[in-house]
């Protein structure tokens, strides 16, 4: 396992809604497809980040990003703030449900330390000043910016 700072931007999701959606549209138990299929339904490049959680009993947080990048150090508030957000990406509250606060969908600008970003097939691209692989284990410290 490689651990490697990450930092990202994204809406947290939930297993049991991606669950949902890889069986209503019959894809296989494959996260980069699934990944791949949410992003062409509304046209933009997405990562899946898990964040491993210190207690192995709880389950992994999940998010669908527009933005991820690896990076030993964290970014600071306003580099993460300054990330442009694909005009279409919020539109992913019409595939999948994502966490809400107010009836508004949350959006997280995060640095953490424990996780695995999985990337759509297409895969191998550059983001920011970092190469994205198919699957790679990160590590982070919780550092909540949104």
Known sequence: MVLIPASFV???????????????EHLPKNDR??????????????WLVRVEVEDESLP?????????VHDPAPWDANAL????????FPRITEVIPVEEVNNNPKLYKLFEPYTTIVTPPSA???VGACTMFASLTVTYISLSLA
């Open 60 to 68: 992994s947080v999940l998010y669908l990003c527009c933005f991820a």
């Open 10 to 24: 994204g809406y947290h999701v939930f297993q049991e809604d991606l669950e949902r959606y890889r069986i209503h």
């Open 33 to 46: 497809r699934l990944v791949y299929d949410i992003g062409s339904k509304i046209g933009v490049n997405l």
């Open 81 to 88: 703030s300054a990330v442009p957000i694909p005009p279409n």
């Open 124 to 126: 191998n691209r550059i």
